[in-house]
């Protein structure tokens, strides 16, 4: 008897594990063929933030990688620099620079299937013109004067005054992005924020937990060639290195971006044989805006003192790994207008003193800080903490400033935060960058002459102030090539010469990718994302 139950639980533990195996051999064979066609191909890939609202016609905290999956310009900025039909097939231009009139692909969808044309074309432009003083930044926005839907598939924009970069300027990614009617507040107006996110794009949201996650997939309604993944997720995780650690443990297939990991991180990942690694071409200047309403700043000799007084190119070198260049120009000479000569303002320890001595900074005995009138040399940096290049400049700065005897604060914060700072120049110092492709180098020197964004600090106090805002306004108006690239010349060789704009490198975007991801290339428009093209195989 005893016997006898001893087999019952052996008998009962074969039969078992003979149907979990059925079961296994039945579960690989559905994958096998799951992978022979209908796998779901998901790419997985981390951002140092939340995505946001994803409002087509707002800033921060909505994060453009995301607004440009699902929303589409009129005009598209493509490689080397050509702008071509998109939304819009083709546009003319009236003979005085002022009416630009657009005819509107037909058959466009937007994800919900309603349709694109231009009435809802008008209805983005209104509530765009809603809040104008929002996005002054955009020189097309103040010299707009009217937008008419002229018929079903005809768009036309009238201006006030000749504005050489209109076009360009529609292939931003916001806020002339365009949502669909569905997506629009009862009152029209999206600076209230939006029912919902509907574009004419390839993907659309259709998962999303704050400070978590959001999950992007395709647009069954999209006009254009579908992308060659079903689905795009994107992880929030804010700190560079745990952001590498999940990719090594197979958690992300894409790191990808300005300052997402450190650049000794993307030097050990491009030695390691398992991943892919690409570089791109200098997207913008990183640049560190002098306040000159600070009236240590406002001392052209301090300002040149702090440019002579750190070694750019070690500093570059080291925190870099020799990735980026060392800039000397603010902006490089790859765009329109700006290919001048100048004299860079070098390492030299002996003339930063000097420059410091001769404006009243002197240090006294026992002192490592210059003081003058009693006060100490005190300057404060802000950068945007998340980012992994940023912190380690501005920790090299503030050793080797302290070498000639300044003083520097280094503040980390929040990227909104930094941002809001900066716009009400409540800053010293700030890291920056100028817009890259495709808005310079017209949106780089507006800013600078408008006082409602924070480059304009560095203008503040200077004897030319008025001088330059009236070559920039002429330069933006003009139409003759001649006399713009006159007007260039002398607006960006002044601001090299007055030195509250402080170039240091020229930034590249890093990606790292696991092997069976494919179809991977940098967007020509700085801020589009480059899902669209990537596939990845299971």
């Known amino acids: 008897m005893f016997a006898l139950k001893s087999k019952i639980p052996f008998l009962m533990l074969l039969i078992l594990s003979i149907a979990v195996i059925g079961c296994s051999n039945q579960n690989s064979a559905h994958n096998s063929e799951a992978g022979a066609g209908n796998t779901e191909k998901t790419i997985t890939l981390s951002w140092p ?11 921060n905290p909505s994060q453009l990688i995301a607004q440009s999956m699902i929303y589409e310009p009129l005009v598209s900025y493509n490689d080397g620099g050509k702008l071509e039909p998109h939304l819009a097939e083709s546009w003319t231009i009236s003979p005085d620079g002022k009416e630009y009139t657009f005819k509107l692909r037909q058959n466009i969808k937007f994800s919900d299937g309603s349709a694109f044309n231009a009435a809802i074309v008008k209805k983005n432009f209104d509530a765009i013109m809603l809040h104008a003083d929002n996005h002054s930044w955009l020189g097309v926005i103040g010299v707009l004067d009217k937008t008419e839907a002229v018929d079903e598939y005809t768009f036309k924009i009238t201006l006030k005054e000749p504005y050489y970069p209109t076009i360009q300027e529609l292939a931003v990614v916001r806020p002339v992005r365009f949502l669909g009617e569905a997506g629009f507040p009862d009152d029209g107006d999206t600076g209230n924020g939006v029912k919902e996110p509907v574009g004419t794009g390839p993907w659309m949201l259709t998962d999303y937990k704050t400070d978590e996650y959001a999950e992007f997939t395709r647009n069954p ?4 060639e579908q992308p060659k993944a079903d689905k795009i997720v994107i992880k929030i995780i804010p700190d560079g290195e745990t952001r590498v650690l999940a990719f090594e443990k197979g958690e992300l297939d894409l790191i990808y971006g300005e300052g997402v990991i450190s650049m000794d991180a ?11 690694t690409s570089l791109s071409e200098p997207v913008g200047t990183r640049l560190m805006v002098m306040n000159t309403a600070n009236k240590t700043l406002s001392d052209l000799r301090v300002r040149l003192a702090l440019q002579h007084g750190f070694n750019k190119q070690a500093m570059v070198d080291g925190v870099t790994s020799g990735l980026e260049e060392k800039a000397d120009n603010i902006l490089s000479t790859n765009f329109p207008y700006t290919d001048i000569s100048i004299t860079p303002i070098g390492y030299d320890v002996e003339k930063a003193n000097a420059y410091l001595d001769e404006a009243g900074w002197k240090l006294p005995d026992g002192k490592t800080v210059r003081e003058k ?11 945007e903490k998340s980012d992994q290049i940023l912190k380690p400049m501005a920790e090299t700065l503030q050793a080797e400033w302290a070498a000639i ?15 809001k700072r900066f716009r009400a120049k409540q800053f010293d110092l700030n890291f920056a960058s100028n817009y890259g492709a495709p808005y310079d180098p017209h ?13 304009s600090a560095a203008l503040s106090n200077l004897p030319e ?10 330069a933006l108006a003009s139409t003759d090539e001649n006399k713009r690239q006159e007007l260039y010349s002398s607006i960006l060789s002044t601001l090299q010469d007055q030195a ?7 930034i590249k975007k890093t990606a790292v990718y696991n092997k069976n991801v494919s179809g991977f290339a940098f967007p020509a428009n700085r801020e589009d994302s480059p899902f669209a093209s990537l596939d990845i195989q299971p």
């Not at 005897?405 to 941002?419: A, D, P, Y």
């Not at 780089?444 to 964004?453: L, S, T």
């Not at 102030?465 to 002429?474: A, C, M």
Request: net charge negative.
């Open 373 to 383: 009138d009693g006060k100490p040399l005190e300057l404060e940096l802000n950068f």
């Open 266 to 276: 993307f030097k050990q990942l491009e030695a390691s044989d398992e991943y892919e």
């Open 49 to 59: 933030r939340d995505i946001g609202t994803m409002n087509p016609h707002v800033y």
């Open 500 to 506: 509250s704009l402080m170039p240091i490198s020229y």
């Open 465 to 474: 102030k008025q001088e330059l805002i009236k070559q920039i306004k002429d």
């Open 443 to 455: 949106s780089f020197i507006h800013v600078v002459a408008e006082e409602d964004f924070g480059f």
């Open 221 to 224: 309604n999209y006009w254009g």
């Open 405 to 419: 005897g300044v003083k520097l604060n280094i503040n980390g914060l929040e990227l909104t935060e930094q941002i």
